[in-house]
């Protein structure tokens, strides 16, 4: 069985700072790794995803991710935050193309 | 494009109505996803379906009613919903075992 922990519910950051928003995952076998924004009212929005080759991944909106298997995880960072980045964020697992399992969300609270 | 449509937006009803929800996507993907979100919580699935037919059904209660008329097409059947059943619906699509993309969702208020 597969599953995602995002320790952090909310992380409140000012705006221009560096955030780190933490992934860890559990899997006995190689997994597909992803986050997702969902801003308010809306649907879930791909960032940035690892399949297989670079563990560095980089995404939209200036994210970027990185893969790291001895420690199962797959955090999410920023060197700089906006206002409009205040949004959920979802990571989630998959192996062998079976359903996504998400982790309960981070709340990303941009101040100014 | 990576578009995932529903309709509609909004939706309340009653919980001796029968409503449908309504997902489509034109990206070639052959299988689609019904997921259920409650606030301040993650998504939650409810079907799978793969090249138009169904492979997961997550012990949804039989109110809930998946349709797959075709490979760009993805209803939802509601009939007797109760007020729990109030949530975000989200459509996905995949091409099967690859990422997932997302569709606005439908808000459901259940009256």
């Known amino acids: 069985a597969q599953s995602v922990t995002q320790l952090d519910s909310q992380v409140p950051v000012f705006e221009e700072a560096p955030v780190e928003l933490r992934c860890n995952y559990s899997s006995s076998v190689s997994v597909y790794l992803f986050w997702y924004v969902q801003y308010p009212n809306q649907g879930l929005q791909l960032l940035l995803k690892?399949?297989?080759?670079?563990?560095l991944v980089k995404g939209i909106n200036g994210f970027e991710a990185e893969f790291n298997k001895s420690q199962t995880s797959f955090h999410l960072r920023k060197p700089s935050v906006h206002i409009s980045d205040t949004a959920e964020y979802f990571c989630a697992v998959t192996q062998g193309g079976r359903a996504l399992t998400f982790g309960s969300g981070t709340r990303l609270q941009v101040q100014p | 494009d990576t578009e995932v449509t529903q309709t509609p937006k909004h939706l309340v009803m009653g919980m001796t109505n029968k409503k449908s929800l309504k997902c489509e996507q034109h990206m070639g993907h052959r299988a689609m996803y019904w997921y259920k979100q409650k606030a301040k919580k993650p998504p939650e699935l409810m079907f799978v379906y793969s090249y138009e037919k169904l492979s997961i059904n997550e012990s949804v209660p039989s109110r809930f009613s998946p349709e797959c008329p075709n490979s760009s097409l993805l209803n939802l059947h509601l009939h007797a919903l109760q007020p729990e059943d109030s949530a975000l619906y989200l459509c996905?699509?995949?091409?099967?075992?690859?990422?997932?993309?997302f569709g606005p969702g439908t808000r459901l208020l259940v009256l």
């Open positions: 690892y399949l297989s080759g670079s563990t």
């Open positions: 996905a699509s995949s091409q099967v075992g690859t990422t997932q993309y």
